[in-house]
């Protein structure tokens, strides 16, 4: 046997083969994963942000950062709290080694502490704000006594503060350190996790007070370079978001700073204003806020250093490379990029989703395949196997016990077999009975004949009732096998109509306001839904209108000119107050429309009829005309009819196809009832987009189409539904036109004239013979003229229904909105 090697590789084309000498990216990028490793996988960053946390002071004399930062760091990610401890303790000893042994001290109290009470603590996360704030205040307090040996009402203030602080910081840590440690971050970002992200960065930046290059303040120039940032990515609202915060730690830090809250504020607003202007106009906003704050806070003295501090910024700014800044951006809220974030994940919902009931189809599909595949055995194989299995069965009750058995089935098995299986044939045509001729010579061979008579027809019996169900159960398969295959389509289209993205139409919004209002109409807000020809969606609000109809007469047909096709009000829901707004939908007209009438009568006059007609609007374009014939008369006529059409229109009305839809009615009601009651079925099935008709006609009379002086006549041959099991069905398709009549009967009035050879011509020449066009009134004169030709009588069941197809011209015309030039 031979292997096959089967390649699971796509071939790929058009592959560059020569690599780019002076390539920067792929060094670059291995730059950068080398520096995401180590500060953030590693966790080193941690290390960084303890040493200038542990410098950081509140009033120049508390610092409450420290224990809050190491519990956060602990409970988040235990493995890198040594790193956190370290880098605190380095940066506190900076400040003095006292502080640094306080740093220490504190820390092993709150680890002994926490980790005794974990045993009973059921949720850690929100008790650790309790634990800083309590110990480090308690620490503070023992601190104070065992240095002065007093405590007074002041001290008691600042500890009081210092466990306040701690309290809320952590609480601020515990929802920005899972931003720097965590490397790649799914969720976006809640406004609160962005206060306090910006937050926990003011207060690692007033860590760096006192620090200085050139005589340019470091703090200075990352704190402007922090506002340049977050004002270029969010706009003005978190610029000045930024400046306050940053601005407001830094002068609790250090009264002095006090006035760079305004110049950060200032700068945050200016830069997010001039966002438009890219980099270039957000520095310029730190520019002009400098030089205002600068001239008017300080004085002049110090307004060189300030640009230059400024200047450095800036120059920061301009070297952060773009990817950086989009990275970040996706987080934020109100952003391009967090709404693209945001639609990348919902095109990947919708992806999802629209796959699963793919594959939901393609599970019905298969489902189908299996139950419309039955075991089918060649006519004569399946003969003899059943024949073998009666006779069996027979020989068993009676030949068994026989003494001349040997006889019969070994030396004569042939004239034994040929014998029973004539005898077999006989009873099963003749109703149990036995030719003369064949009971004389079955009796010389048999010796029981009459006992194996008495046995074939008990196996008989049971030998019918057994084909009986086995074709229950085929007709049963092959109705789930339709009905499967139905809603595979149904899953198929909508999983189609699942990916379809709604697409974006700023552009057309505004030009469609604008041409509105340049007219002299004021609109508030439009939104577009959809452009597609034929399925234009538009919803509009507009000013309180007083009911004067300004939608309807004004804008619907401005909305027409402009998009070049008949646009009309769908929806109008107007304003209960004068100074609320109206809310307008908008939507594409169909090309046509139909109107219909109908004429039925029972037989002999009476009150039930066995016809039922129903018109029915399908909501996607498609107007259906369907008139189903019962048979016999009745109620229980009525009934099959009118039942026909309830499931008719349930199964149309849930988008599967028409024959499809046609063979699972005709599969329900062959094996809902065993009584010999069959129902006609007459559908039209017209799209109003293009007057296009499809006929399908099941066991039902001609239909007529009267155009001008011209009569088409629309006929196809099927059995009544229920009679046949399979069956395909005939659909006669028809292009209508504007003004042509659709006549359709049963055939109590097609077959009802008397003394009338050629129903067809009679028929014909009638509706020739109409002079109106008015479908109520075509209904009742081809009625009256059937009842007129019988004297009267009604002899069967009567229904006529007639559709006149119309362009659908909206009641006001379209306006141009652009005047021509001459």
Excluded at 8 to 33: C, M, N, T
Excluded at 42 to 70: D, E, M, N, Q, S
Excluded at 608 to 629: F, M, N, P, R, W
Aim: overall charge neutral; proline content about 3%; glycine content about 6%.
């Amino acid at each position: 046997m031979e292997k096959t090697n089967v390649s699971f590789i796509e071939p790929v084309g058009e592959v560059s083969l020569h690599s780019s000498k002076w390539d920067l990216s792929r060094p670059l990028r291995k730059i950068q994963l080398m520096l995401e490793s180590f500060f953030i996988k590693k966790g080193y960053i941690l290390l960084i942000v303890g040493f200038l946390l542990g410098r950081a002071l509140i009033l120049a004399k508390l610092t409450p950062f420290c224990l809050p930062f190491f519990a956060s760091v602990y409970l988040i990610k235990r493995d890198r709290a040594p790193l956190a401890l370290i880098g605190l303790i380095v940066g506190a000893a900076t400040i003095s080694l006292s502080n640094a042994a306080f740093t220490f001290i504190v820390t092993i109290i709150f680890l002994v502490i926490f980790r005794i009470s974990q045993k009973w603590l059921t949720n850690e996360m929100r008790s650790l704000p309790f634990f800083t704030g309590i110990i480090l205040g308690v620490g503070k307090l023992a601190e104070t006594f065992i240095l002065s040996r007093q405590v007074t009402v002041y001290d008691l203030m600042m500890v009081g503060v210092q466990a306040s602080l701690a309290f809320i910081l952590t609480l601020i840590f515990l929802q920005s350190i899972p931003l720097l440690t965590f490397n790649k971050r799914r969720q976006l970002l809640k406004t609160e996790e962005i206060v306090c992200l910006i937050i926990m960065l003011a207060s690692i930046l007033s860590g760096t007070i006192g620090w200085k290059v050139y005589d340019m303040s470091i703090e200075h120039i990352m704190s402007r370079y922090l506002v340049l940032v977050f004002s270029f990515i969010a706009g003005a609202t978190v610029g000045s978001t930024v400046g306050v915060v940053t601005g407001l730690i830094f002068s609790l830090a250090s009264v002095s700073s006090f006035y760079h809250m305004s110049l950060l504020a200032f700068s945050g607003v200016l830069g997010g204003l001039l966002k438009e202007g890219k980099k270039i106009g957000v520095s310029i906003g730190l520019f002009i806020a400098t030089l205002l704050i600068g001239m008017y806070g300080e004085g002049g003295g110090s307004i060189l250093q300030t640009v230059l501090e400024t200047s450095a910024a800036v120059l920061l700014f301009l070297l952060t490379p773009q990817a950086f800044t989009s990275r970040l951006a996706k987080y934020i809220p109100g952003t391009p990029e967090y709404t693209a974030e945001q639609q990348k994940y919902m095109r990947k919902m919708r992806d999802v989703t629209a796959q699963r009931v793919s594959q939901f189809s393609g599970v019905f599909h298969a489902l189908s395949k299996s139950f419309s595949q039955m075991e089918v055995l060649p006519d004569d194989d399946e003969h003899d196997r059943e024949m073998d299995y009666f006779m069996s069965n027979v020989t068993e009750r009676t030949c068994q016990t026989c003494f001349k058995k040997e006889q019969c089935w070994a030396k004569n098995f042939n004239t034994t077999y040929a014998f029973m299986e004539e005898i077999i044939h006989e009873m099963d045509q003749n109703d149990g009975n036995v030719s003369p001729r064949l009971s004389r010579d079955w009796e010389k061979h048999c010796s029981r004949s009459k006992k194996v008579y008495e046995t074939i027809g008990q196996e008989l019996t049971f030998f019918q009732a057994n084909l009986k169900l086995k074709k229950q159960v085929r007709e049963s398969r092959k109705l789930v096998a339709d009905q499967l295959l139905g809603v595979s389509e149904v899953m198929d289209n909508f999983a189609k109509e699942i990916q379809r993205e709604r697409e974006n139409h700023h552009k057309q919004e505004e030009q469609i306001m604008e041409a509105i209002q340049e007219f002299g109409i004021h609109i508030e807000q439009v939104e577009i839904y959809s452009l597609e020809q034929g399925n234009v969606d538009i919803e509009m609000a507009i000013p309180f209108c007083n009911g004067r109809g300004e939608c309807e007469k004004l804008i619907a047909p401005m909305l027409s000119d402009i998009l070049g096709e008949t646009v009309i009000v769908n929806k109008e829901e107007c304003a209960t107050y004068p100074n609320g707004f109206c809310h307008v939908t908008f939507r594409s007209s169909k090309a046509f429309t139909v109107e219909t009438g109908v004429a039925h009568a029972a037989k002999d006059g009476g009150l039930v009829s066995g016809d039922s007609y129903s018109t029915i609007e399908l909501g996607l374009g498609k107007y259906a005309i369907a008139i189903s014939d019962g048979m016999g008369n009745g109620e229980r006529a009525h009934y099959e009819s009118n039942e026909t059409l309830q499931l008719l229109q349930k199964i149309l009305q849930s988008g599967i196809e028409e024959k499809t839809a046609i063979k699972s009615i005709n599969s329900i009601l062959s094996l809902r009832t065993t009584d010999e009651i069959f129902s006609t079925l007459d559908l039209a099935m017209i799209d109003l987009k293009n007057a296009s008709a499809k006929f399908l006609k099941i066991g039902s009379t001609p239909s007529f189409i009267k155009r001008g002086n011209k009569v088409i006549k629309i006929q196809a041959s099927n059995l009544p539904i229920g009679i046949l099991q399979e069956f395909e069905v005939d659909v006669v398709s028809e292009q209508l036109k504007a003004g042509d009549l659709l006549i359709m009967m049963s055939d109590g009035v097609f077959e009802g004239p008397k003394h009338v050879e050629n129903y067809d011509l009679w028929m014909k020449r009638k509706v020739q013979e109409l002079e109106t066009d008015d479908p109520q009134e075509v209904a009742d004169l081809i009625m009256e003229d059937v009842i007129r030709s019988r004297s009267g009588l009604i002899d069967d069941d009567m229904t006529v229904t007639v559709a006149k197809i119309k362009h659908n011209t909206p009641k006001w015309a379209s306006i141009p909105v652009y005047k021509k030039r001459a």
